[in-house]
RNA sequence: GCGAGGGUAGCGAAGCCUGGUCAAACGUGCAGGACUUAAGAUCCUGUCCCUUAGUGGGUACGGGGGUUCAAAUCCCCUCCCUCGCACCA
């Protein structure tokens, strides 16, 4: 017998001499896309991989057999800090790491048996990828999608490169764990915010994504509706600018704030302040990062010396820094309305700011935009002069007009969303393509002059980019001039690399940045599978790409992703695995033990693939023995002793029944991605298997069911599956054999179960007969296990024919005193029966039939034994059960 | 604080949307039996409590309340857990 190591060696091997996963564009097929978020390759696997991977491969495969003609790629997000850290570490260089840790986890993932194309395999560090990055980054810049600025960046000193905004984590590096810095620096931006409207509207038409993910990105866009205010500083010709989404409570302005990073802040301060003013800049910017972040938010501030004049009153208003206003979002200034704003109010009552009211609710009181809609808020204005009375909303309106008269409104919406920063100084990246030149300033590198690579000569010291360490690199000529230059040494963020993959998938071999008709066909991805982690990263990245590029014409794909799985975390002992706790199983083993089918498997079974999945060894082992188990089946002795009657007995409907239900039943909970629900069916169905071929059996309705067992069982554990197959006698891959289709005329299984009872019925019968040596029987007993459920059913035909009004009929029921000890199920079911038949549950229509059929049983018994059949309703005492064996009678008992 | 998702039998995990077929799939664990010289593997049976040859009854899906003839499932309140966002004006 066949170890699964050589039955796993065996098929890869066949599957990758055949390239049978190779696909080509087919018209005449319906295109599939399924994806995976391709890993990191840090050289090993880890259960996260396998988990994601088998989710992957077995809905690939299944839609394979569907008929689909299927894209499944895989390749390496190769770009990327690890590697470079682990040059300065080790020694050596990125590139040769990265390709080893390719290798290594590519034999990893053979070894697991995922139906990937890998023809169409790609790594982000090849020239003939990165080049299109840089490709891309021109497009954009000539679009005006790219720009350089000064600005407050993220600066993470344990990897020594800015971090984009959605990589801070908690003011932490979301790789290093690093405190994240502020430190200002010439960057190069994305412009994501020119999208983020339609990133925003369009997660409306993802209705198969998750709903968290799309209110994380919600919330991340972060759209708000406003506008902005002027406010002019006394004796000074200064103007500044808040950001309010209610302004509606400018009349309970008491104080405006501004952020320490303020620019303008420094020519507002007077001369008695200044001291003061700059010590709290000095802390605020210290304790920035940890503070600001901590759960304690008590605020703090101190008052400029300036006072700025009120719009409408033209009242003094004091202007105070405090570091809860953020220099980062708005305008960095904000006008505090104490009475109205939580935060405010807290700042207000801590510093004895007088405190205004300037709204009020329905109902007269005042209250705080706390827990309220404030785009829908009822309520009316108060104190506010001019605009008394007016309801909040229409009052907002009025304001905006009045100020706007004065030059000193305007409306805006605002997002948290900020541009995308892509500038990273660090090596093992995709250089930008962007040269320096003294004369020509900023100077795009031309297009045949692509792709920039990255100088094999960097020296890995782990102090500063190593790029600007390698003259063959930073010296170059200037293409517009020719004069010398001096090369960009930022290289890009590696989640650029990841943006459009999937685009590169469709014509991997392009010799543009992808083939269009190519693209046409494929895309979009129609399931893509990866970790939560990457909502607000790389989902709104790919999302900005695929939108850019079709606005540059490259594609007409608007979403790249219609169907987003999140797969939940893979946990053991309550913990997520981790070295610290020390709870990770090594995916390696546990295929070295138990093969790549049990491992994928049981991934599969143990949960559904969202939720986390407990690691279980003694789950694992499970699933190993029901592998075999299915084994066993395949391997029985077929030439023992089985039925070769061409009738089939009912216990062969009884199968077939249940074989074709398992799989219509299977084939939806596949197609809803619920994959531990649809192993579960199929165990039921092997167990059944099991008991039917523990009776006499028919090889060809054993065949037949095996054969559907083993083809549903394809998708998830497909070694074993293509082993069997061909032991079973057939020709081909069961990879490309076609899903079976299931017969709904067979799966009316009551039905059969009816029968059979009737045919059990007679053989009991006789049997007994037999056995009391009765040979003339007056009078057959029947006992039925809830025999007062036929009783209701033959008095409620009856009534039906006369009485019309379920309460009427219901009464009458109750009335009879066999039914009213079972009042409460009678009282269930009659309204039922009287609204809607086909609405009937399942078991009231079945015993209806099972009434039905006992009828038509008692009347078969009763010509073939020539006697009364009676049918007893229970059996209550000893004595009853003593007449069981008076002579002269028979008694047999129905389930 | 805001947002999302959870709490089901010894354990993991379905069922909840669309109330009745639910003492609740599937797996695991446990118990008994068969096979075996024995162990393992395998197969069968049982596994909330009481009772039975069959059956029947009681209690139960975090806690409390409500709707309904009927609630694990719908509504309200409450406790606990996990995960996102977090002074966004």
């Known amino acids: 017998m066949a170890t699964f190591t050589e039955i796993q060696n065996k098929w890869q091997q066949k599957w990758a001499d055949e390239h049978i996963f190779r696909v080509t564009e087919d018209p005449k097929k319906p295109k599939y896309y399924c994806l995976e978020m391709f890993p990191y390759p840090s050289g090993k696997l880890h259960m996260g991989h396998v988990r994601n991977y088998s989710l992957g491969d077995a809905f690939a495969r299944y839609k394979r057999m569907m008929g689909f003609n299927v894209l499944y790629p895989m390749g390496y997000d190769a770009f990327g800090l690890p590697a470079e850290n682990a040059a300065i570490k080790q020694g050596g260089n990125p590139e040769d790491i990265t390709r080893k840790n390719i290798a290594g986890i590519k034999a990893q993932q ?17 020239t003939d990828y990165y080049k299109w990055n840089q490709w891309i980054f021109l497009q954009f810049y000539k679009k005006g999608l790219v720009y350089r600025k000064k600005a407050l960046v993220n600066w993470d000193p344990v990897d020594q490169t800015v971090l984009a905004n959605e990589q801070v984590i908690d003011g932490k590096g979301w790789r290093s764990g690093a405190l994240v810095e502020q430190r200002e620096i010439e960057q190069w931006f994305f412009k994501i915010t020119d999208y983020a409207q339609e990133l925003l509207d369009e997660l409306q038409q993802l209705p198969h994504w998750p709903g968290r993910v799309k209110i994380m990105q919600e919330n991340w866009i972060g759209r708000s509706e406003g506008c902005n205010v002027s406010w002019k500083v006394e004796e000074k010709h200064v103007i500044l600018d808040t950001f309010t989404t209610t302004v509606d409570t400018i009349y309970g302005v008491t104080f405006v704030v501004i952020s320490p990073e303020h620019p303008k802040l420094s020519t507002l301060i007077t001369k008695e302040q200044e001291e003061n003013i700059k010590k709290y800049i000095e802390s605020a910017r210290k304790k920035s990062e940890i503070e600001r972040m901590g759960t304690d938010k008590e605020k703090t501030g101190i008052f400029t010396g300036t006072y700025l004049l009120h719009p409408f009153t033209g009242k003094k208003i004091p202007l105070w820094v405090a570091d809860y206003v953020l220099m980062n979002y708005g305008t960095g200034v904000v006008m505090g309305v104490p009475a109205h704003d939580q935060r405010d109010m807290d700042f207000a009552k801590k510093y004895e700011l007088p405190i205004l009211q300037s709204i009020e609710s329905q109902e007269g009181e005042s209250f705080v935009y706390d827990n309220v809609d404030k785009y829908n808020v009822k309520g009316r204005i108060i104190n506010s002069g001019e605009f008394n009375g007016i309801p909040i909303i229409e009052g907002r309106k009025h304001i905006v007009e009045s100020l706007k008269k004065k030059g000193l409104a305007e409306w805006k919406i605002q997002y948290k ?23 020509c300033n900023l100077v795009p590198v031309p297009e045949q002059e692509l792709p920039v690579m990255l100088p094999k000569d960097a020296i890995f010291t782990g102090a500063g980019n190593p790029l600007e360490t390698s003259e063959k690199f930073t010296h170059c000529t200037c293409p517009q001039c020719g004069g010398k230059a001096r090369r960009e040494t930022d290289t890009m963020d590696t989640f650029v690399d990841s943006s459009w993959y999937f685009l590169r998938y469709c014509s991997p071999q392009s010799e543009a940045v992808f083939d269009k008709q190519a693209v046409k066909y494929w895309m979009p991805v129609d399931q893509y599978i990866g970790g939560i982690e990457h909502a607000c990263l790389h989902l709104i990245y790919a999302r900005f790409f695929t939108k850019a590029l079709r606005d540059l014409g490259l594609t007409d794909v608007d979403e790249p992703f219609t169907n987003l799985l999140c797969q939940g975390m893979v946990i053991k002992d309550g913990a997520k695995m981790s070295k610290s706790i020390g709870n990770v199983v090594d995916p390696g083993e546990i295929m070295e033990k138990f093969g790549a089918d049990t491992a994928r498997l049981f991934m599969l079974f143990a949960a559904l693939p969202e939720k986390e999945l407990d690691w279980s060894d003694q789950g694992v082992e499970g699933t190993f023995r029901f592998l075999k188990r299915v084994e066993r089946l395949v391997d029985a002795d077929f030439s023992l ?24 039943r299977v084939t939806d909970l596949i197609e809803h991605i619920k994959f531990s629900l649809a192993i579960g069916a199929i165990m039921e169905l092997v167990n059944d298997l099991y008991k039917y071929k523990e009776g006499p059996y028919k090889k060809s309705v054993y065949g037949e069911t095996l054969k559907t067992t083993v083809l549903m069982l394809a998708p998830f554990a497909p070694h074993l599956c293509e082993e069997l197959w061909e032991r079973m006698g057939n020709e081909g891959f069961i990879s490309l054999a076609s899903w079976p289709v299931y017969d709904e005329q067979k799966i009316d299984k009551k039905a059969q179960a009816c029968e059979e009872l009737v045919q059990q019925t007679f053989a009991d019968i006789a049997s007994v007969l037999e056995l009391a040596k009765i040979t003339h029987p007056n009078e057959i007993l029947l006992f039925v296990a809830k025999p007062w459920k036929h009783y209701f059913f033959a008095r409620m035909q009856e009534l039906l024919q006369t009485v019309k009004d379920p309460k009427e009929i219901m009464k009458a029921l109750m009335a009879d005193p066999t039914l009213k000890q079972h009042g409460q199920d009678v009282v269930k079911w009659v309204p039922r029966i009287m609204k809607d038949t086909s609405k009937l549950p399942k078991h009231v229509l079945d015993d209806a039939i099972e009434y039905a059929t006992l009828m038509d049983g008692k009347q078969a018994l009763e010509e073939k034994f020539g006697c009364a059949v009676q049918i007893m309703k229970e059996s209550e005492s000893t004595e009853q059960k003593a007449q069981i064996a008076i002579p002269g009678k028979a008694a047999i008992l129905v389930k």
């Open 110 to 126: 053979k070894q697991l048996g995922l139906s990937y194309d890998w023809s169409r395999e790609i790594a982000t560090c090849n």
């Open 417 to 439: 969303l900020r541009d995308w920063l892509i500038s990273r100084q660090r090596y093992w990246g995709t250089p930008i393509p962007m040269i320096y030149c003294k004369n």
């Open 641 to 664: 002793d089985p039925y070769t009657d061409d009738n089939l007995q009912n216990r062969d409907k009884h199968i077939i029944g249940k074989m074709h239900a398992t799989l219509k």
